[in-house]
């Protein structure tokens, strides 16, 4: 791989940055002089001015990715809007209690005031100016025009290793009884970006668990869900804080300062 350190060459701090891939930091490490990090509501990153970024999260259950993201300090964002099609779910719940608005989408039997794809489209991207789309356990499938109104601006996390254990039916605990009877010593979460087809997105980072002899779904799910707390906020910040480079054949990576 074609990844060498290199100095940017700027006033401040001198830092070591090393690629960073899911709970371990590995390989390729470069140097840069930085200006520190702050809270403000503009931040320098290496040679870049960066501004807060407006962030849409979709859910349709519990929502605990949403929360530990909502709750971390070092995103350089702001969650503008939460989408769901489940208006009672906890994510939903969490969202209104903390004063961010709701949409629902699809419109349903059930739910026949949600949003059609077009309104959907319209609220994100003139409504709200999101900038990030961010898929948190969100259910339905999104359509190809709202994929593509964000390139390289929409994330999802799968609680399995992509490339194996993804596709159309592999979702919540199809994923962990696929890992265990595979045999797979291991499995974990994967960070990706969208595309228009189910988990095949470019991956942005991943993180490792071991898989035990005697796990089941709900055992592997709860120390794969533990790893996606730390790593969706990773991924998140780092996006935010333009902390994501792509490679030419278009696979992205996250540098980290340590
Ligand atoms: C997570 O396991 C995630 O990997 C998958 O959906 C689940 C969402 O859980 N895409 P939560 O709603 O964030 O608790």
């Not at 005031?113 to 077009?118: H, N, V």
């Not at 979702?171 to 010593?185: D, E, F």
């Not at 668990?209 to 794969?224: C, E, G, M, N, Q």
């Amino acid at each position: 791989m074609a990844l060498h350190g290199r100095f940017v060459h700027y006033h401040h701090q001198k830092r070591r940055e090393t690629l960073y891939m899911g709970s371990s930091a590995i390989g390729y490490t470069r140097y840069y002089i930085c200006h520190s990090i702050d809270q403000s509501s503009e931040t320098f990153t290496g040679e870049t001015r960066v501004s807060r970024k407006n962030l849409a999260v979709f859910v349709s259950g519990g929502g605990s990715n949403f929360r530990a993201i909502h709750q971390d300090s070092r995103i350089h964002g702001d969650i503008a809007v939460v989408v769901t099609n489940a208006p009672s779910c906890g994510g939903a719940v969490y969202a209104r209690d903390h004063d961010i608005p709701v949409l629902v989408y699809p419109a349903s039997d059930r739910h026949p005031d949600g949003l059609s794809p077009e309104a959907l489209a319209t609220a994100l991207t003139t409504q709200y100016s999101i900038d990030l789309v961010i898929l948190a356990g969100y259910m339905k499938l999104i359509p190809d025009s709202i994929v593509q109104s964000f390139p390289r601006a929409m994330v999802n996390i799968h609680p399995g290793l992509l490339p194996s254990f993804g596709g159309k039916g592999l979702y919540g605990s199809r994923v962990h009884s696929a890992v265990i009877s595979s045999g797979a010593r291991v499995s974990g979460p994967t960070v990706h970006f969208v595309d228009e087809e189910y988990d095949t997105g470019p991956i942005l980072a991943q993180s490792v668990v071991p898989v035990y002899p005697d796990d089941d779904p709900d055992t592997l799910a709860a120390r794969v869900l533990k790893q996606e707390h730390i790593l969706y906020p990773q991924c998140i910040a780092a996006i935010c804080n333009d902390r994501v480079s792509w490679r030419d054949d278009g696979i992205p990576y996250i540098w980290k300062a340590l």
